[in-house]
């Protein structure tokens, strides 16, 4: 659990989640917190991990995840939006032989319209680029295969956008991911630490950024025939009307060709990020 002055939060949510699961390894990454989360973390008798000052959410993913001793790793937010009952549910899926399960936010969950309509449009893009349906691509709320999840550490980002990432390497290295139904209450301690209006770029980079690094086809390929497209339709034009090839028509052919190369370029730049995931998963194994 990665926690940032969560102290409040986590004096309700540590004792459930060590009654529910006594024996598994719990583990808060305290990422600079000025409050007690530290005292509250002993209190309970778990791990925590403590960085000297506020690295971002993701930092205290990777750092949690390369901490942990287990095979198998359940990633959740301190917060108390997401209840320690449903992890059993997570587990069974997760059993049947996935790789990844997340939980999937539904209707009438903590988050407010703003965030709920911003999570389905990336998920829909997401499950466009992938071609598989994602029900939650925004979701810290998951259970993965600790061997595998460690092969992205280097891709994963310090910020918020790490379930994004992550979902998107395992689907592009063809690793099975489910998704499970949770509903997730409002917090009762504290406020988000993040901001629609500070955020909102961050995340149009993300979309981007899944374009580039993940499916790059899918993305440059429409542009690229947008524009050719669009250069047939001017050049029509401007052939009936006046009987002239014009210099728009030529940029937007250009713009197409430059376009869909690189595309291609951008295919194979993502490919090297997966061309060893066969042989770092024996080892894993």
């Known amino acids: ?115 709920a309509a911003a999570n389905d449009v990336f998920s829909r893009f997401a499950s466009w680029m992938v071609m598989q349906p994602i029900g939650d691509l925004t979701s810290g709320f998951r259970v993965v295969r600790a061997s595998r999840f460690r092969q992205f550490l280097y891709l994963l980002p310090n910020g918020f956008s790490y379930p994004t990432t992550i979902t998107m390497s395992f689907f592009r290295a063809g690793y099975s991911v489910a998704y499970v139904p949770i509903h997730s209450p409002r917090r009762s301690n504290g406020s988000s630490h993040i901001h629609p209006l500070r955020d909102g770029l961050r995340f149009l980079l993300i979309i981007i950024k899944i374009g580039t690094l993940f499916s790059p086809q899918r993305l440059f390929l429409p542009i690229s025939a947008s524009f050719f497209l669009t250069g047939v339709a001017y050049y029509l034009y401007t052939y009936i009307t006046s009987g002239r090839f014009t210099n728009m028509s030529a940029l937007l052919f250009i713009s197409a060709i430059f376009t869909f190369l690189i595309g291609i370029v951008s295919e194979q730049v993502s490919a090297l990020h997966y061309k060893n995931i066969d042989t770092i998963d024996h080892q894993g194994e």
Do not use: W
């Not at 719990?26 to 000297?52: F, P």
């Not at 587990?91 to 939980?103: H, I, R, S, T």
């Open 1 to 115: 659990m990665p926690a940032r002055n969560e102290a409040a939060n986590l004096r309700e949510l540590l004792p459930r989640l060590v009654a529910l699961m006594p024996d598994a390894e719990i583990i808060v990454v305290d990422d600079g917190s000025t409050d007690d989360t530290a005292a509250v973390c002993a209190e309970s008798r778990v791990r925590c991990l403590r960085h000297h000052y506020s690295k971002g959410n993701g930092a205290a993913i990777k750092a949690g995840a390369r901490a942990a001793r287990g095979d198998v790793i359940v990633f959740m937010d301190a917060d108390g939006q997401h209840k320690p009952e449903d992890i059993p549910s997570l587990l069974e899926k997760f059993n049947e032989g996935y790789d990844m399960v997340v939980g999937a936010r539904q209707s009438g969950s903590q988050a407010g319209f703003h965030r």
